[in-house]
């Protein structure tokens, strides 16, 4: 079990979300750690099916470890679906490595951590100094604040 500071409304970063941050999040080829990533700042998304990576992440060589849809809803109500690339990679927090093969790129310059790594881990993590408790990550990607 790991203890995790977080931070919500990290200053100078422009996230429109109120979920927990993580910072020092490292990502590493699945099965070269030493091809790895500065700590970067990670959100965790109990939402999201998938790990969302920045695109800059393409330099550590990432391996391509399935393919699959990505459905996207517009406005007006249509559905499309766009095919997309899956990645085999390694996060690393708090001395712990979590293996995933459905990671893929995104747009944003942070992590987003989804429930292909957070329904696998139980994460106990503190909130840091704005909020008192605990927030416990289950292994079915739910979450509850103590």
């Not at 999040?25 to 990533?37: C, G, N, Q, W, Y």
């Not at 990432?62 to 406005?75: F, R, T, Y």
């Not at 990679?89 to 944003?108: D, P, V």
């Not at 957070?118 to 604040?145: D, F, H, I, P, Q």
Request: glycine content about 8%; aromatic content about 6%.
């Amino acid at each position: 079990m790991s203890t995790i500071t977080l931070t919500k409304g990290i200053p100078d970063f422009q996230c429109m979300h109120d979920a927990p941050m993580i910072r020092g999040v490292v990502i590493t080829h699945h099965s070269k750690p030493r091809k790895r990533s500065e700590g970067l700042l990670a959100m965790v998304d109990t939402g999201s099916d998938v790990s969302i990576v920045p695109d800059s992440m393409r330099k550590i060589g990432l391996q391509q470890s399935d393919k699959g849809g990505l459905i996207v809803s517009q406005e007006n109500g249509v559905k499309a679906l766009r095919p997309v690339p899956f990645y085999h990679l390694c996060f690393e927090l708090c001395g712990t490595r979590i293996l995933t093969k459905w990671a893929m790129f995104g747009q944003e310059n942070y992590i987003k951590l989804g429930r292909d790594v957070l329904s696998r881990s139980t994460l106990k993590v503190c909130w840091a100094k704005e909020k008192k408790g605990l927030l416990e990550l289950y292994e079915n990607g739910t979450a509850t604040s103590k």
